[in-house]
């Protein structure tokens, strides 16, 4: 026999757990009087039939509403809204951002004479262990007195010396407040960074034919802590021409998935601050380590560099490979490169006018030992400075939070049913002791069900049918 039927088990069942029929009908009658759950009471104690019926609807059509109204708000949440804020905030000092110039002009030409008349094919057999970097470092455009004739930050001077080299698509170019070492800050808007360049023009190497026309110094403004990205964002300004930038500050703060696209915990692998031109550069660099074996020296890693064969015959294929089959894309937090969490953008307004008057051309011809057409033709100047000392933040946030959640479905709990936490748990409560009531009724009655359908045994009397009806 199971546990169930062993005399001394059922009556302790019996007597010590499951109550009595009166005691459960006193205990729900009490729950109904006493909970809080507005309206309840009025449909147990009022003796009127119409009104209990009417408090019924009106408790049913609130039960309603609220369950209506709490699907209504867990729908808006789970559907991860966000509010996006500009906040515009003066200060004293704001730092100075990192400024990487290149000149157009990308190798000098006294280096490149020798191999300009080569056939391409003949001149990859013949030099295979040609080093492009190197030869880039030593023979592309460099940076002394001889090219930046002026430099002045915040009135102060400036030297080569305080730029930093770094590889480009455009070489040699050269980084002013590279990762912000020493921190550099402004305090009057309309003062920053003055540079006078000199491009050289006749050692222009690059062929008009190819679509390289043009002539001058091109920048990019970015934060100290990134590298430049030149593709398209680049600014030019031609020789002979005079550059006033005004920047501005813009910080945005994306929220992460599933409210925003970015993703915290991504890091790069040569990089310490996570940008998105900085994860698209490590993914071509992976890409092509891993089908062409080397690294291009203008691409991080610290792989081998890859020599002109290679570049030829397997680097620029797998670049176009790269962008045609979308290897390493860029937004969404589920592609290669998901937004950054925080990103700081300088917006830029340029203006250009004529470098000097007839007087400045000679003033300078004469310090600089130049003619006026050589002046003409190759000197670039470049005003870089805050349009004011303010910075915008624009942030993206939740508009739904969970404090805010709950305490929107509170509301709607308190306003339609005068309902609260302890109302919850009260009617949890209730229908737990009314759940384990139910399966102990169930379990001390199971097996006398066989009994009552085996015709061997004695039909029970009529008295017995209705107690056992009561019981249930």
């Known amino acids: 026999p199971s546990f169930t039927q062993k005399p001394s088990i059922r009556l302790y069942l019996t007597k010590k757990l499951l109550p009595r029929l009166e005691d459960r009908r006193k205990y729900r009658q009490e729950f109904a009087s006493s909970t809080s759950f507005h309206g309840v009471h009025k449909i ?78 003949g001149f990859l057999l013949g030099n295979q262990n040609f080093s492009i970097k190197e030869f880039t470092r030593e023979n592309g455009f460099y940076l002394n007195g001889s090219t930046l004739l002026e430099c002045e930050f915040f009135g102060k001077t400036c030297h080569p010396e305080d730029f930093e080299h770094i590889f480009t698509e455009y070489g040699n170019c050269f980084t002013f407040n590279y990762n912000d070492l020493p921190a550099r800050s402004v305090s009057l808007s309309g003062r920053g960074l003055h540079l006078l360049f000199d491009v050289q023009q006749e050692q222009f190497t690059d062929d ?79 890409y092509i380590q891993d089908w062409c074996g080397c690294s291009p020296f203008i691409l991080p890693g610290n792989g081998i560099e890859c020599d002109l064969m290679k570049s030829y015959n397997c680097v620029y294929p797998a670049i176009h490979d790269i962008e045609v089959k979308g290897l390493c894309t860029v937004g969404t937090h589920n592609s290669t490169c998901p937004a950054p969490c ?75 049913c005068g309902a609260s936490m302890i109302t919850i748990i009260e009617l949890l409560e209730y229908i737990f002791t009314n759940f384990f009531w139910m399966c102990l009724f169930l379990l001390l009655k199971a097996p006398e069900i066989p009994q009552w359908n085996n015709p061997s045994h004695d039909q029970p009397t009529h008295v017995e049918k209705k107690k056992r009806i009561q019981e249930c």
């Open 44 to 121: 147990v104690q009022t003796q009127s039939s119409t009104r209990r019926v009417l408090w019924l609807l009106v408790v049913t059509g609130c039960l309603g509403i609220v369950i209506w109204q709490i699907c209504s708000r867990f729908n808006y949440y789970f559907s991860w809204p966000t509010t996006t804020t500009v906040v515009v905030q003066h200060v004293e000092n704001v730092k100075f951002p990192a400024v990487t110039f290149c000149n157009l002009n990308r190798f000098q030409a006294h280096a490149v004479k020798d191999k300009y008349f080569q056939e391409l094919n």
């Open 208 to 286: 008009p034919a190819l679509g390289y026309s043009d002539a001058g110094i091109t920048f990019v403004i970015h934060s100290p802590k990134e590298m430049p990205r030149f593709d398209g964002l680049g600014l030019l300004t031609p020789v002979g021409m005079h550059a006033q930038v005004a920047i501005q500050q813009l910080k945005s703060i994306i929220q992460e998935y599933p409210w925003g696209e970015c993703k915290p915990d991504i890091k790069l692998q040569y990089q310490d601050t996570y940008s998105t031109n900085g994860c698209l550069q490590e993914c071509k660099a992976w």
């Open 342 to 416: 925080e990103e700081t953008h300088y917006p830029t307004t340029v203006t250009y006018s004529s470098f000097g008057g007839e007087n400045a051309i000679k003033y300078i011809s004469a310090k600089l030992k130049k003619s006026p057409e050589y002046i003409r033709q190759n000197l670039v100047t470049i005003d870089i400075k805050y349009d004011d000392l303010s910075y915008r933040i624009t942030q993206q946030q939740k508009a739904l939070t969970i404090p805010e959640l709950l305490a929107d479905v509170g509301g709607q709990l308190g306003l339609f």
